[in-house]
Nanobody, 127 residues
Framework: EVQLAESGGGSVESGGSLKLSCLFS???????LGWFRQPQGEEREGVAV????????KYTDAVAGRFNISLDNVKNTLYLEMNALEPEATAIYYC?????????????????????WGEGTQVTGSS
């Protein structure tokens, strides 16, 4: 089991930026890592995914062009940089690891299949 610990959540005004970090307990290979979010009372939504080499990032349409996922394998840390945040981005954000990588590379839906999840960090966008 891989241990994951998110940090960096908080409150941000509309249009602002926030960068989340996720420290994981061991070096990973041939899997994907990613972020998903869950607004209060709603279903979980995959946000972004990347392969364990730090390549082939994919995003859900709602955040494409505004969010950036990256991976530092020296620090065993996954990042999610969020720009132009809107109140609709308010949710608990979770990182996840050890998801499958398809023949075409990682895909956002694979986040649901990840074997390991963190406990989440709250992000609140205010208008």
């Amino acid at each position: 089991e891989v241990q994951l610990a998110e940090s960096g959540g908080g409150s941000v005004e509309s249009g602002g930026s926030l960068k989340l970090s996720c420290l994981f307990s061991e070096t990973l290979s041939s899997v994907c890592l990613g972020w998903f979010r869950q607004p209060q009372g709603e279903e979980r939504e995959g946000v972004a995914v990347i392969d364990s080499s730090g390549d082939n990032a994919k995003y859900t349409d709602a955040v494409a062009g505004r969010f950036n996922i990256s991976l530092d394998n020296v620090k065993n840390t996954l990042y999610l940089e969020m720009n132009a945040l809107e109140p609709e981005a308010t949710a608990i954000y979770y990182c996840a690891a050890r998801g499958p990588v398809g023949a075409g590379g990682p895909y956002v839906g694979a986040i649901r299949l990840c074997k390991d999840w963190g406990e989440g960090t709250q992000v609140t966008g205010s208008s």
